[in-house]
């Protein structure tokens, strides 16, 4: 009993070695370079906003300044599509749906107005081809109409359509919630719980939901509010190909989808100025492409400046968890910075 003890002290201990020696090795990195840029850019950035750096599981870098804390609950806008990408995905890690479905199998009111040929995989990447109408301010007042995600994609459905499906790329909030209401229709359950029960939960994410407070319907597309701490459980769990403390929440199949790119080729219509120049992936930006057509990073920018990213070659994720809107000189400046970060670290990839 006594040499067992011994030697599971000994295993534990070169554990604990390696860890320690682990988290000294990247304290000592100096990031007075990256503190002296964040500060030179605060005022671009705004007052309130957290940076958090995550590598091999242990944060190597977090600055809070003003208000934003790690912790603090925020809009995440449109970075709320990746978190509904990847709840589809475990749809289709349990056989229950296929990306290349027709969104007609699960919901019949898309064959009344013609729209047969729309797939699962149209919805992640926005390529559905109905036509969107009006501006962000429009759309806004529009949702304000539909009590469920049931009535709004019903109203989807009877929109034109403005190229075949497949064939351009128009960025806007109908694919993805097209694509929770086939959740809902397959699970009879309603998207903010089955979110919460399959995603959100097992990762943690204590803070983070797509539940609305007037009682509309939710919006899986940008109606989530979650916090940095919670949002970097989600791309550690990315970055680690589907593993999250131990368990399995994504298929390793699952995550290279969501990483794969889906735009080659076709039209990019409608593309916000954050994104310009980059493809798309299943609910994410391909920051970094390599030769095929897996991303080498992947980001999620949202309206209300919230910028989270995962660098699969240099094995790090990073979030910009900001309150004031996203502009185009905001987006060059996370940019940037990621350029700065890529110094600390090297890539793994060729």
Same mark, same amino acid.
Request: proline letters at 2%.
């Given at each position: 009993?006594?040499?067992?003890?011994?030697?599971?002290?000994?295993?534990?201990?070169?554990?604990?070695?390696?860890?320690?020696?682990?988290?000294?090795?990247?304290?000592?990195?100096?990031?007075?370079?990256?503190?002296?840029?964040?500060?030179?850019?605060?005022?671009?950035?705004?007052?309130?906003?957290?940076?958090?750096?995550?590598?091999?599981?242990?944060?190597?870098?977090?600055?809070?300044?003003?208000?934003?804390?790690?912790?603090?609950? *925020?809009?995440?806008? #449109?970075?709320?599509?990746?978190? +509904? $990408? !990847?709840?589809?995905?475990? &749809?289709?890690?349990?056989?229950?749906?296929?990306?290349?479905?027709?969104?007609?199998?699960?919901?019949?009111?898309?064959?009344?107005?013609?729209?047969?040929?729309?797939?699962?995989?149209?919805?992640?990447?926005?390529?559905?081809?109905?036509?969107?109408?009006?501006?962000?301010?429009?759309?806004?007042?529009?949702?304000?109409?539909?009590?469920?995600?049931?009535?709004?994609?019903?109203?989807?459905?009877?929109?034109?359509?403005?190229?075949?499906?497949?064939?351009?790329?128009?960025?806007?909030?109908?694919?993805?919630?097209?694509?929770?209401?086939?959740?809902?229709?397959?699970?009879?359950?309603?998207?903010?719980?089955?979110?919460?029960?399959?995603?959100?939960?097992?990762?943690?994410?204590?803070?983070?939901?797509?539940?609305?407070?007037?009682?509309? *319907?939710?919006?899986? #597309?940008?109606?989530?509010?979650? +916090? $940095? !701490?919670?949002?970097?459980? &989600?791309?550690?769990?990315?970055?680690?190909?589907?593993?999250?403390?131990?368990?399995?929440?994504?298929?390793?199949?699952?995550?290279?989808?969501?990483?794969?790119?889906?735009?080659?080729?076709?039209?990019?219509?409608?593309?916000?100025?954050?994104?310009?120049?980059?493809?798309?992936?299943?609910?994410?930006?391909?920051?970094?492409?390599?030769?095929?057509?897996?991303?080498?990073?992947?980001?999620?920018?949202?309206?209300?400046?919230?910028?989270?990213?995962?660098?699969?070659?240099?094995?790090?994720?990073?979030?910009?968890?900001?309150?004031?809107?996203?502009?185009?000189?905001?987006?060059?400046?996370?940019?940037?910075?990621?350029?700065?970060?890529?110094?600390?670290?090297?890539?793994?990839?060729?």
């Amino acid at each position: 009993m006594s040499y067992t003890f011994n030697v599971n002290c000994m295993k534990v201990s070169s554990v604990l070695l390696f860890m320690l020696f682990f988290q000294l090795s990247f304290a000592q990195k100096n990031f007075t370079a990256l503190d002296k840029a964040l500060e030179e850019k605060k005022n671009l950035l705004g007052k309130d906003f957290v940076v958090l750096i995550t590598k091999n599981d242990s944060v190597i870098y977090q600055k809070e300044w003003g208000d934003m804390k790690i912790k603090t609950v *925020a809009p995440i806008a #449109s970075c709320s599509k990746w978190l +509904t $990408a !990847a709840l589809v995905m475990q &749809f289709v890690d349990e056989g229950k749906i296929s990306l290349d479905d027709k969104v007609v199998k699960y919901l019949p009111v898309f064959e009344k107005y013609g729209k047969n040929y729309i797939t699962i995989r149209h919805c992640l990447s926005h390529q559905t081809g109905i036509q969107a109408e009006g501006g962000k301010l429009a759309r806004l007042v529009e949702r304000k109409k539909f009590n469920t995600l049931e009535e709004e994609v019903a109203a989807f459905a009877a929109k034109e359509i403005q190229t075949n499906p497949g064939t351009e790329f128009n960025y806007n909030e109908m694919g993805l919630n097209i694509a929770a209401r086939v959740l809902e229709v397959v699970a009879k359950k309603r998207f903010d719980l089955l979110i919460r029960q399959k995603l959100l939960s097992p990762l943690g994410m204590r803070q983070t939901t797509f539940s609305t407070l007037d009682g509309s *319907a939710h919006n899986p #597309s940008g109606g989530a509010r979650s +916090t $940095a !701490a919670d949002y970097n459980n &989600f791309l550690k769990m990315l970055l680690h190909n589907g593993l999250f403390n131990g368990q399995r929440i994504l298929s390793e199949a699952s995550v290279t989808a969501l990483r794969t790119v889906q735009t080659g080729g076709i039209v990019m219509r409608s593309v916000p100025r954050a994104a310009a120049g980059y493809q798309y992936a299943l609910g994410n930006w391909v920051i970094e492409k390599g030769t095929d057509d897996v991303a080498r990073a992947v980001a999620c920018p949202g309206l209300f400046g919230t910028w989270p990213l995962i660098d699969y070659c240099r094995g790090y994720t990073l979030i910009f968890f900001v309150k004031s809107l996203l502009g185009e000189e905001k987006a060059d400046a996370y940019r940037d910075l990621k350029k700065l970060v890529d110094g600390y670290f090297t890539s793994a990839c060729k």
